[in-house]
């Protein structure tokens, strides 16, 4: 039964990542032949030191992007766990940003947040007209934003069907012993989401390795370097500046650093047969 | 590692890595189906592919163009496939390293042409030339330097000649009681004025980095003169190291401290035509832009163009610069070059396109319609109507430059460049210090 996801993986996950790895140790511009050169790529990616304030960027955009999508998704999720029919409607409202390709997204808030011809000038309030995408740390806030903006509904409905799938005994039990509204979230639903905290935090801390679609429209890595992100550091490499073998170089760090995070992420979880479901 | 076209193809698949989605799909096997040259169809003709730029102004013309050859030729055929700018620089990278090229490479010339020579992907032109004297002839002189490398021509120069000039908006010049500035004197103390009447003095498309680079390439050449760059393109080893190039890259400084440009510059881009859009509605005054900017501005500024409302001239002197103020700078022409890879019928059908219709009558006069200046010659009589005096204009911007130099980005190799927009950005956001961007520059020369 495993064989062909098993083929897959290896087709369009080992071989090409091996590819890469060799390519790392090449100098090559992309349209010409590929020459062998040891460490030369490694080297120079090293060196550099855009390298250093990749991983920081891409590190922060982790790390920020986390604490604030995390906190919302939860509560979002709780919120729409509960069975009435207009928190069913809101649902589907919450969802809409996750229908929308992060390309088309970008060149949205791209519009609405140009300081001459947005949103701002478009409704006459002016404090909207910033210099949002333009000013290094206001562009970066921009980009957390956009980020959760478009990715909460996803781990909402994570959240959303966890809850759900808190047995109501425990509950009910609580409610005789006495425990309110906030006793019980904080007893109850949130030490009972551990694994569902895990998976989702797995997913944005790997996922915002891989950011590059949204910032390559938004910003393009501006202003300065202030967004360059490794994924985007390394396609800047690779083909606008006609160096694959420091571009393959970047990427291997990016596949390094994947790997280690969702290893710790995994460590954290604890072990796999504890039970959840203590007392229920 | 093999030299097999698949190989290399996937190879460029993996270098995208995880996140390189958009480049997989670049790299994917979509092109024409007459990829690689084509196939013969007999009889004597050919087919060929033909790849270059969507939109306005130049698409229609190089389809008509297209249009006109297949007519003529009953025998031949030339398809083509038109991808927009940015797209177009990564596709046909890929699609070249992966052999699955067109026949008719379209390009800029210089530093990313020099990179196809380097790895014989285009033919040598020289004899072709030399046999066809008369083509040649067609064409001004000083388009051929882009699409020369070690003495030898590997494109044909078309389409048009494109100096970059500083155009400006004559009912804002009115309404705040401004002249158009004739020295970089003028230039900062009309900032100031411009300010005070909340009218941004420049409008720049930030983001879009070569952009910024005009200031850069004009700045230079009207202090210390063109010697400054050749030198630099030359490969020789601490070229930036002049001091008037820290001289420039303070004075550029200076106007963004000044708030010489439009409010959130850095997030524009030149893609969408803001900055122009910027211009055309008065919310700036002034713009340093390419003369392609012209079609533009008329075909979306309304009646901004056709009321009189675009000044424009060439880039001011400095005080006590070395430069000759009739220096510019800008693209002297656009080039296609044809592949090494692709088949002989092919070929044989690129240099009958090239000989005929791209030197034609009809196809100076189309481009003449476009708002441009043609690189072929003798199309000074055809500069009629309501374009007539900026065609006018750009032409002798052109023939009367002592130094018509390429863009500094398209000159460069793609690495050496991609470095230069970098520290521009930095540059510009003041990120750098001018010592700074002189230092990283020196290290990427003869790159």
């Known amino acids: 039964m495993a064989l062909p996801a098993f083929v897959w993986f290896v087709a369009f996950g080992i071989i090409p990542l091996l590819g890469v790895l060799a390519l790392s140790f090449t100098t090559w511009n992309g349209i010409g032949t590929i020459q062998p050169s040891g460490l030369t790529s490694w080297r120079a990616t090293l060196s550099d030191p855009g390298l250093p304030h990749a991983l920081w960027v891409t590190f922060l955009i982790m790390i920020l992007s986390w604490a604030v999508q995390t906190p919302l998704s939860i509560l979002f999720g709780v919120f729409l766990a509960a069975r009435k029919r207009y928190r069913g409607f809101l649902a589907v409202l919450y969802f809409i940003p996750l229908l929308l390709s992060s390309a088309a997204i970008a060149i949205t808030y791209k519009s609405l947040l140009d300081p001459n011809f947005g949103l701002g000038t478009g409704l006459g309030i002016e404090w909207l007209n910033q210099d949002w995408l333009g000013n290094s740390t206001l562009a970066f806030a921009t980009l957390i934003f956009i980020v959760s903006w478009q990715f909460i509904p996803f781990h909402s409905l994570i959240y959303q069907g966890a809850v759900r799938q808190i047995p109501t005994s425990m509950y009910e039990a609580s409610q005789i012993d006495g425990a309110g509204r906030m006793r019980q979230f904080w007893s109850i639903t949130l030490p009972q989401l551990k694994y569902t905290i895990i998976t989702s935090s797995t997913l944005m801390v790997v996922g915002s390795l891989t950011f590059f679609d949204l910032i390559y429209v938004l910003t393009g890595g501006g202003p300065g370097d202030a967004t360059r992100a490794l994924a985007l550091a390394m396609y800047q490499q690779g083909f606008q500046a006609n160096l694959m073998g420091p571009a393959s170089a970047i990427a291997v760090i990016l596949v390094l650093v994947g790997l280690g995070l969702s290893l710790l992420l995994r460590r954290l979880g604890g072990r796999a047969d504890d039970s959840q479901l203590e007392g229920a | ?447």
């Not at chain 2, 340093?288 to 409302?309: C, E, M, P, R, T």
Request: with cysteine; glycine share 12%.
């Open chain 2, 1 to 447: 590692m093999t030299n097999n076209p698949i190989s290399r193809r996937n190879f460029l698949g993996l270098a995208a890595g995880a996140a390189g989605a958009a480049a997989l799909a670049a790299c994917g096997s979509d092109g024409p189906s007459t990829s690689g040259g084509g196939t013969t169809t007999g009889g004597g003709g050919g087919a060929a592919s033909y790849w270059s730029l969507s939109g306005p102004p130049g698409q229609p013309y190089r389809q008509a163009a297209i249009d006109r050859f297949n007519k003529a030729n009953s025998g031949s055929k030339i398809t083509p496939l038109f991808f927009q700018n940015d797209a177009y620089k990564q596709k046909i990278k890929t699609a070249l390293g992966a052999n699955e090229g067109p026949t008719m490479i379209w390009g800029w010339g210089g530093g990313g042409l020099k990179e196809y020579v380097g790895s014989n992907l285009v033919e040598d032109l020289t004899d072709w030339f030399g046999q066809n004297a008369a083509v040649k002839d067609k064409i001004l002189s000083s388009s051929f330097g882009a699409a020369t490398v070690n003495g030898k021509i590997y494109a044909l120069p078309i389409e048009t000649v494109q100096p970059i000039v500083l155009f400006y908006n004559k009912k804002v010049f009115e309404r705040v009681g401004a002249e158009p500035p004739k020295s970089w004197g003028d230039i900062m103390a009309l900032v100031p004025k411009f300010n005070a009447a909340k009218v941004a003095p420049f409008s720049l498309a930030g983001q879009s980095r070569w952009t910024n680079m005009m200031w850069l390439e004009f700045l230079l050449d009207r202090t210390a003169g063109s010697e400054v760059f050749d030198r630099v393109f030359a490969g020789e080893k601490g070229a930036w190291s002049d001091p008037a190039v820290l001289d420039m890259l303070t004075k550029i400084q200076d106007l963004v401290k000044a708030n010489g440009f439009q409010k959130g510059f850095s997030s524009t881009t030149a893609d969408s035509n803001a900055d122009q859009a910027l211009l055309y509605t008065g919310k700036a005054a002034m713009m340093l832009h390419g003369s392609w900017s012209y079609g533009i501005q008329a075909a979306q500024g309304g009646n901004f163009v056709k009321d009189g409302g675009l000044g424009w001239m060439n880039f001011p002197a400095v005080e006590g610069g070395k430069g000759d103020p009739s220096n510019t700078v800008g693209n002297p022409g656009q080039y296609l070059s044809i592949s090494s890879k692709a088949t002989a019928e092919a070929k044989d059908v690129a240099k009958k396109f090239f000989s005929t219709t791209l030197v034609d009558d009809e196809e100076k006069a189309g481009w003449v319609k476009s708002g441009g200046v043609p690189v072929l010659k003798g199309s000074e009589s055809l500069f009629t109507g309501a374009d007539a005096q900026f065609l006018k204009d750009m032409s002798s911007i052109a023939s009367g430059a002592k130094v018509f130099a390429q863009s500094w980005d398209q000159a460069l190799s793609p690495t050496a460049a991609e470095t230069l927009l970098d520290n521009i950005a930095k540059l510009f956001q003041l990120q750098v210090s001018p010592q700074q961007w002189v230092d990283s520059m020196n290290g990427v020369i003869g790159k």
